[in-house]
């Protein structure tokens, strides 16, 4: 690493902290608008133009372009929000170890923000036009399945020609072509309370209803089709002497494919129509909100052109899929060429021990330049009648 790229990291790194060092849980609205207001700074002083899509309960969403260019190509997806509590930065505040560094959503994502920001900046330098061609969508509601944003999302995506999603690279550097859909349903369940003790035989068990949805819902687990039920957070009871009133139960879903989606839900939906328990009423709400990612023939040669990109810095570019979901599933199932995981590389996302691979800084970040650089000159060069992307 020559000076120059030592003072660049440097400067990430300062920007990394600051952002790592602000709670911004999604539910956090104030935090996840100071995010939002310390990235904005930056793409200001690139030239940008800074959209903010107002939200009454979560942060607020925004949407940066270049004032030069009306219809750009490239649509950078990135989110702002941590599945932390308020009051965790202060407790974990960013550290360096090593060639690591630590702290509440350094990886998922706010490095990938960090290089989203210092990519554009070099290719100003670099006096790219590739830089204008860009639009950045950040919303605030990633880590909750993007209940406010994913009509923003997919509005955005059907304007351009690729979608770029900054969600971290897989602990390997591998970057994501496909992924599992998700759903969340809550279960709710109305009981009638008795002292279990004095009339027991008065009392309607919410739990022991629960409990009995709880066997039905995981005998749906198909894992060798990609089908997965988990209820996993539960809640109901006042009293150990007591016959509950109240329960609750959190089903997880994933699936692999998009016509699993009706069918899962219609068999969720059928578990929950009736009770086991005399006298017991269920309420079930939710969806299977994220549709899967999958590998088509547009995705796969998007990821043709970064592996040659990757070859020009020396870099080997691998794929992968994953059971985890993100916004890259909304833009692929419009259709539109995805790529995910472009961000840095890390592990052990979501938890205490979230860490940053800090040389991949600079590494996914010149990974970003010459990805915008060959996506615009293909467009470039397609409208001169070549065409280097299958549509």
Request: glycine residues 10%.
């Amino acid at each position: 690493m020559d000076g120059q790229e030592r003072r660049q990291e440097v400067k990430m790194l300062q920007l990394l902290e600051e952002l790592v060092n602000i709670d911004s849980g999604s539910y956090d609205k104030e935090g996840v608008n100071q995010v939002g207001t310390s990235l904005n700074a930056y793409f200001a002083n690139l030239g940008y133009t800074i959209e903010m899509i107002p939200e009454k309960d979560v942060g607020d969403h925004y949407i940066i372009s270049h004032q030069d260019v009306q219809n750009p190509e490239i649509l950078l997806l990135g989110h702002m929000d941590t599945v932390f509590e308020k009051g965790t930065a202060s407790d974990r505040p960013f550290t360096i170890e090593g060639t690591r560094a630590y702290g509440p959503g350094v990886i998922d994502m706010k490095a990938s923000l960090v290089t989203i920001i210092f990519a554009l900046e070099q290719l100003k330098k670099n006096h790219s036009e590739a830089y204008k061609h860009v639009k950045i969508l950040l919303n605030s509601d990633e880590e909750i399945g993007s209940p406010t944003s994913r009509l923003l999302i997919e509005k955005e995506a059907k304007k351009v020609k690729y979608a770029l999603v900054m969600e971290p690279a897989r602990k390997d550097g591998s970057l994501v072509t496909e992924r599992r859909g998700h759903g969340h349903f809550i279960m709710e369940i109305q009981g009638k309370a008795a002292h279990s003790g004095i009339e027991p035989e008065k009392g309607r068990s919410a739990i022991q209803e629960l409990a009995c949805k709880i066997v039905k819902l995981h005998a749906l687990n198909d894992y060798e089709h990609g089908i997965s039920v988990n209820v996993g957070m539960i809640e109901g009871g006042d009293a150990v002497n007591q016959i509950s009133a109240h329960a609750i139960g959190h089903i997880d879903v994933r699936v692999s494919k998009p016509e699993q989606i009706e069918e899962l839900e219609h068999k969720i939906e059928e578990v929950c129509s009736t009770s086991d328990v005399v006298g017991t009423k269920i309420d079930l709400t939710g969806d299977i909100s994220r549709p899967p990612m999958i590998k088509n023939k547009q995705i796969a040669e998007l990821f043709e052109i970064v592996k040659q990109v990757g070859k020009e810095i020396n870099m080997e570019i691998k794929d992968t899929k994953t059971g985890g979901g993100s916004d890259a599933s909304f833009t692929a199932a419009l259709g539109i060429p995805t790529i995910d995981g472009l961000g840095p590389v890390g592990g052990n996302a979501h938890s205490e021990y979230e860490y940053l691979e800090i040389p991949s800084l600079l590494e996914r970040k010149e990974l970003l330049v010459r990805l915008i650089e060959r996506l615009h000159r293909d467009q470039l060069s397609e409208g001169q009648g070549d065409s280097y992307l299958v549509g």
